[in-house]
């Protein structure tokens, strides 16, 4: 019964996953809990789950990579991508992913993609090239380059996590560089492949922002005041002249020196009233016209002259930690919250203009907005938007790059030693914390918590896998079915299992379930057959996600901010997933013979 409850749940939880019925963490814990209420795990067997030290190494690897970035170093490789790359599209590409690549074997890939994304659009509108013929190879750089070392990819170390606590001698503790054998492989690979293949099957995109640079006439934000006489007095915005005129839109409206929070729609206009609209000069001189409205303040109302700023036109994209996930622009109220004009969004491949408040927002919508700088800025400093435009103003602690650089040096250093890295990581984390390379706020604010907590959950399904005995069953039905076939069939087998499903759900939760039932297939096929090459599938299958923006976080951010359609990582990854599956077939077994 134990069993047939663990099956259910577990087909229950991947379903949740694909439907996106709920945020994968709280499915992932509610999975947790529910093996505890069943009695399938105890108490302390669940508990156990928490010390797996996995969670907390990815954990301070966020930190980590959050103290990079906010020191500059990250930056500065940006910097230096931006003057090598030149403006041909080969290079850049070639240059591209030869820095992403290394960079994202040791720091966590995703700030890696955020930070370049603005880089690279910025390369393409200065070059005229299209932004969709790098941003794809960009977060297959940051993919490939993750499984270059144990830390690279949160997979490698739940799995690793999981070999380690297994119990098998033949399991101990994976080294920092043991996958990188087959990690640079799989980076010349995906090199080559898109160097001369890869590039050619690339669409050519259009993004948010190209979209309106063919309207003709430079608009403006403005402030227009409700003069006395004026016709629109004592009515709403549906009853006047002004909701005729195409090229005048109102943002926000003050009364007495405090904005409404109403509904543009809902606000009854009132003489004094100071209105910032957005306009074209035909629209401001229609409205100063028709409806009585003073341009730029009125001096009789004692109103200062205020000043009239050009818009900017800047892209966006909502993060995974958004609190706009899950709610329609109509319902944020977005335009009187952030005095800000969406224009356009970006959902699964289509770019939407019109009728798009209703629409729930999304991680991965990207969304194009129209604002007066000011309020672009502080909109930016906000963890709901990752600017696409430029990168976010701060400030930056260069002088801390070397303690920054240091931490990871020394973690990456007595790693390879062998020393444990769950000491090594909380050490590093805590060296850029007293060297003040980040904040306590700032990195508590940079571990993604979501992830954290969907780890554990997934641990917790791993354990249960193994307590019921139901891995070692699922191992035994496979072996009986291709198991004559050797270790070598197996290893490929597994690896194409976790790179199919990898594709669907999270790619964490991929390594967690599957990690048992390797180690099992290894040992229901003999007591001659290595686990470790099976182990060491589930982590580089696990991180193969090439043919959907849904299988992996990076994928997801470059999705939206190119333009894409969902079938340009299938036309493009597809070919890159097979020709890695072949490799990694070939080549495990030939490298880890135990």
Known sequence: MDQLFVCILVVVVFAAFVREWFPPDMVAMGAFVLLMVSGVLTVDEALSVFSNPAPIIVACMFILSAALERTGAIDALGGYFERAAGNREGRILMVLMLLVAPLSAFVNNTPVVVVFLPIVLALSRKHDLVASRFLIPLSYAAIVGGTCTIIGTSTNLIAAGIAEKSGDPRLGQFGMFEVSRLGIVFVAVTFLYMYFVGRRLLPDR?????????????????????????????????????????????????????????????????????????????????????????????????????????????????????????????????????????????????????????????????????????????????????????????EVRYSKVPFAVGALALFMVLGAFGQPLIVLALAAALLTLFTRCIEPAEAYGAVEWKVIFMIFGMLGMGLALQKTELAADVAGWATELAGGYGSFVMISVIYLLAAILTELV?????????????????????????????????????????????????????????????????????????????????????????
Request: proline fraction near 4%; avoid cysteine; charge should be neutral.
């Open 206 to 394: 259009v993004t948010l922002s190209t979209l309106f640079e063919a309207e003709e006439g430079k608009e403006f934000l403005t402030v227009a005041v409700v003069g006395k006489g004026s016709p629109i007095v004592g009515r709403k915005i549906g009853e006047t002249r002004l909701a005729k005129i195409r090229e005048f839109r109102i943002i926000e409206v003050t009364r007495g020196g405090d904005r409404l929070e109403l509904p543009l729609d809902k606000i009854v206009f009132e003489a004094g009233d100071q209105l910032l609209v957005k306009s074209r000069v035909g629209g401001v001189i229609h409205a100063g016209e028709t409806a009585g409205l003073e341009i730029g303040g009125g001096a009789e109302l004692g109103l200062e002259r205020l000043r009239t700023d050009s818009a900017v036109l800047m892209e966006g994209i909502i993060g995974p930690a958004s609190s706009l996930v899950g709610r329609s622009l109509k319902e944020l109220n977005f335009r009187q919250r952030f005095g800000v004009l969406i224009l356009a969004v970006h959902r699964r491949g289509v770019n939407l203009r019109e009728r798009f408040e209703d629409v729930k927002l999304a991680f991965g919508d990207t969304l194009l907005v129209e604002g007066p700088v000011e309020r672009m800025n502080r909109l930016f400093q906000e963890r709901d938007f990752i600017n696409l435009s430029r990168p976010e103003a701060r």
């Open 506 to 594: 999270s790619n964490n939760a991929v390594a967690a379930l599957l990690t048992p039932i390797a180690i099992s297939v290894a040992v229901a096929l003999g007591p001659d057959v290595d686990p470790r090459p099976f182990v060491i599938a589930v982590m580089f299958g696990a991180s193969a996600s090439f043919s959907t923006p849904i299988g992996y976080q990076t994928n997801t951010y470059v999705y939206g901010a190119g333009g894409y359609k969902f079938t340009d990582f299938a036309r493009v990854g597809i070919p890159l997933a097979i020709l890695l599956w072949l490799v990694a077939s070939f080549l495990i077994p030939l490298m880890w013979r135990g």
